[in-house]
C-alpha cells in the first residue's frame, strides 16, 4: 500500500495577515479578505488571544431576568420513534402543539443532554454540538397561544439549563392572527442567534466561522427535531436580518445595556406535516410589527472584554441580508431515494431519542475500528437531496447543495484507502474534475448505490496527510474517514451574494449534524473539526484556484472514551448546581 503524502507546494503564509478593505469596498471583497485573513497556516494561525483569559470566560446561558419563566416539563425518557422514521417524514403522524409537543421540539433540539465532571471542574453539552462547547448560538420562537404555556401568542427565548421558554414579548393577538391566516394551525416561527463574543473570547477571528457552524448544526438539530414530531421546517431564506432582530428583539438596545449583543441568525417556518414548499407566502408573515410588550434584560456573559475583534464585525456586516426573493431551484437531475439507498432505509439499531439525545463528540479515535460499506454509503446517501425535496433535513433549505466532500477514507470494509470526492450536486461532477488535480482518477466502486456520486480519486493510506491537514489532530486519521467540506465559494457568492458566505457555513454545519447522527445508528462516533490548515486541504486534493475552499471539516470512527471524565445526567443535576 502506497502512502499519499502531501506535494507541500505552499505552506507559507504571508507574514502579516492583509486588512480587510475600507468602508467603501463591496461585502464580497470583505468576505474574500476575510475569509483569507482567517485561514490557518502550519506557521501561523487565525489571531487570536493565544491563550484562555478565564477572568472574563464567557457564561454559556442568556437570561432574561424580568420576563417571565415558563417552565417546560421534561418529557419522559423512552418515545420509542425509530431513528430511521426521522427520514421518512411523510409517513409519521403530525403532533398537535402543545405544551408537550413544544418539549419535545426544543428537548430535540437544544437541550443540555448531560454534564462532564472532571475533579472539581464540571461543564454541560448539549444536543446541539458547538466549536470549543462555547455555545454561541441562541434558540427564539414565536408561538401562538398554547394551553398551559401562555393564553396570548409571544415571543420566547430558550433557557437550556432550565429548559423552560422565557416570555420576552406579548404579541397582539388579532394582528398574529391576520397573519398567520394563511397558515395551517399549528404553524410558528423559530430562529437562531449568534453571541459572536462567546466564540471570540478563545478563537479570536475565525469566530465568525465558528458561529455560522455552529448554527448551521443548530438549524439541522431544529429540522430533525421538527421531523420528530412530524412537523416541517423551511428556512425563511429571503428574510432581512434587521427584521429577525425586531422580531426577537434582538435590536431593543435598552434590553441589552452593556450586555453582549446577538447576531440575528436565521428565521425558520415550523408547520404541522411536511415543510411548505410556497416560499413566497412565508414572506408576509414576518412583515410589519405585530405590536407587542417587552420584558426583561439581557444578563451580562463576561464581566469585562480584555480584547475586540473588529474585523468580525466587519464580516457580520457585510454577510447582512437585506431582504431578497427566496431561492428556488430544479432539482430534476438529483436521484430518488431508491438509487440512494437500492431500497429506502426502514430498519436500524437505535430510537430518533437514543441518537439525538446520546449524540456525543469523539475526544480520540481508537486508530482500528473498521466500519462496512454498507453503514458508509448509506452515512454518504443521508447527505443527498432527492429529486423529489422530501429527504430530510435537506428539505429545509432551498438552495441545491453548494458543499461537497473530499474523503480520506481509511478503514471501510471493502472500499480501498485513500482520496475520495462526493459531489453532492450532481451537476457539479465536471467543475469539481476541473478545479481538482488532473491526475485523479474519478472511478466509480462497483458497489456504491447508483445514485451515491462518489468517486475514487487516488488510492493510498492517508491517515498521516488527514491529519497534516486538521492542524495536527490525530482523530482526523485514526477515524475510519475523514473529510473536508469543499464550497462551491466564488460562485456561490456571485450567484447569491455575500450574505451566502454564511450559508456556506450552515449547509456545512447541517452536513456535520447528520454526520453525527448517522455515526451513534453505526455504534460509532464523530467530531466537527473547525480546525485545519485551509490552503493545505486544498493542496492535499490539487486545488489551485481560489474559486473552492474548504469550509468544515469533520471525521468519523471508533471513539475512545476518556475514562478520567465522570458523566451526569443534564436534569436535574442543573438544579444542583
Ligand atoms: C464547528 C465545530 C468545530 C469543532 N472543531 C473541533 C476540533 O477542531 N477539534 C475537536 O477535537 N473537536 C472539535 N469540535 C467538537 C467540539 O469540541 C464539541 O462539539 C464540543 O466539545 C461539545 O461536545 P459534544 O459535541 O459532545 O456535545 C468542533 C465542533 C464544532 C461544532
Known amino acids: 500500500m502506497t502512502s499519499y503524502r502531501l506535494p507541500l507546494v505552499s505552506t507559507g503564509a504571508p507574514a502579516q495577515p492583509a486588512d480587510l478593505p475600507g468602508a467603501d469596498a463591496s461585502p464580497k471583497a470583505v468576505v474574500m479578505a476575510y475569509h483569507e485573513r482567517t485561514k490557518h497556516h502550519m506557521n501561523r494561525y487565525a489571531a487570536s488571544l493565544g491563550y484562555m483569559d478565564w477572568a472574563t470566560q464567557p457564561d454559556p ?35 398537535p402543539l402543545s405544551l408537550e409537543s413544544i418539549s419535545f421540539f426544543f428537548r430535540y433540539a437544544l437541550s443540555l443532554t448531560a454534564w462532564k465532571r472532571f475533579h472539581k471542574t464540571t461543564w454541560s453539552l448539549r444536543a446541539n454540538p458547538s466549536s470549543g462547547n462555547l455555545h454561541p448560538t441562541e434558540g427564539y420562537a414565536v408561538l401562538p397561544a398554547i394551553d398551559r404555556l401562555g393564553d396570548a401568542p409571544a415571543v420566547y427565548h430558550y433557557a437550556p439549563k432550565e429548559h423552560a421558554l422565557e416570555r420576552r414579548a406579548i404579541l397582539d393577538a ?83 445595556g452593556t450586555a453582549e449583543l446577538e447576531e440575528p441568525e436565521l ?84 430510537t430518533a431519542e437514543r441518537a439525538i439525545l446520546g449524540r456525543r463528540s469523539a475526544v480520540a479515535m481508537d486508530g482500528s475500528t473498521t466500519i462496512s460499506q454498507q453503514a458508509f454509503f448509506r452515512m454518504l446517501a443521508r447527505l443527498m437531496p432527492t429529486r423529489d425535496r422530501r429527504s430530510m433535513p435537506w428539505d429545509a433549505i432551498p438552495w441545491r447543495p453548494r458543499i461537497h466532500l473530499g474523503l480520506f477514507v481509511h478503514r471501510v470494509d471493502g472500499v480501498p484507502r485513500g482520496l475520495y470526492a462526493l459531489a453532492r450536486d450532481p451537476d457539479k461532477l465536471a467543475a469539481l474534475k476541473d478545479a481538482m488535480q488532473r491526475e485523479f482518477r474519478w472511478q466509480r466502486l462497483p458497489s456504491c448505490p447508483p445514485g451515491l456520486p462518489l468517486y475514487l480519486l487516488q488510492e493510498g493510506d492517508c491517515q498521516a496527510l488527514a491529519a497534516t491537514v486538521s492542524c495536527g489532530q490525530h482523530i482526523a486519521g485514526y477515524g475510519a474517514f475523514s473529510l473536508g467540506m469543499i464550497a462551491d465559494y466564488m460562485d456561490s457568492l456571485t450567484t447569491y451574494g455575500a450574505a451566502f458566505y454564511r450559508n456556506l457555513f450552515w449547509e456545512a454545519g447541517m452536513v456535520g449534524q447528520v454526520l453525527y447522527l448517522e455515526a451513534e445508528e453505526t455504534g460509532i462516533r464523530s467530531t466537527g473539526i473547525g480546525c485545519y490548515f485551509d490552503d493545505l486541504v486544498h493542496e492535499a486534493f490539487g486545488i489551485t484556484s481560489r474559486e473552492w475552499q474548504s469550509f468544515y471539516h469533520f471525521t468519523v470512527g471508533g471513539p475512545v472514551e476518556d475514562t478520567r471524565l465522570t458523566t451526569l445526567p443534564a436534569h436535574p443535576f442543573g438544579e444542583e448546581q
Open 174 to 256: 388579532k394582528a398574529w392572527t391576520e397573519l398567520c391566516a394563511p397558515f395551517p394551525e399549528g404553524s410558528f416561527l423559530v430562529g437562531l442567534s449568534s453571541v459572536q463574543w462567546r466564540e471570540a473570547w478563545k478563537y479570536g477571528e475565525r469566530a465568525f466561522r465558528y458561529c455560522q457552524h455552529d448554527a448551521g448544526h443548530a438549524l439541522a438539530t431544529l429540522r430533525i427535531a421538527a421531523a420528530a414530531l412530524g412537523w416541517g421546517l423551511v428556512l425563511l431564506d429571503g428574510i432581512s436580518n434587521s427584521a429577525i432582530a425586531s422580531r426577537f428583539g434582538l435590536s431593543r438596545g435598552d434590553d441589552y
Open 61 to 95: 446561558f442568556r437570561r432574561y431576568p424580568g420576563a417571565d419563566l415558563a417552565q417546560l416539563l421534561l418529557p419522559k425518557p423512552g418515545r420509542p420513534l425509530p431513528y430511521w422514521q426521522l427520514y421518512a417524514p411523510g409517513d409519521m403522524p403530525s403532533e
Open 267 to 350: 428565521l425558520a417556518m415550523v408547520t404541522p406535516g411536511l415543510p411548505l414548499t410556497s416560499p413566497q407566502r412565508l414572506n408576509g408573515l414576518t412583515a410589519g410589527s405585530v405590536g407587542a410588550q417587552w420584558r426583561g434584560r439581557a444578563n451580562m456573559l463576561s464581566p469585562e472584554h480584555s480584547v475586540e475583534w473588529p474585523v468580525i464585525d466587519e464580516v457580520a456586516q457585510a454577510t447582512r441580508r437585506s431582504g431578497s426573493a427566496p431561492i428556488t431551484e430544479d432539482y430534476s437531475r438529483f436521484p430518488m431515494e431508491e438509487e440512494l439507498f437500492g431500497i429506502p432505509v426502514r430498519h436500524g439499531l437505535l
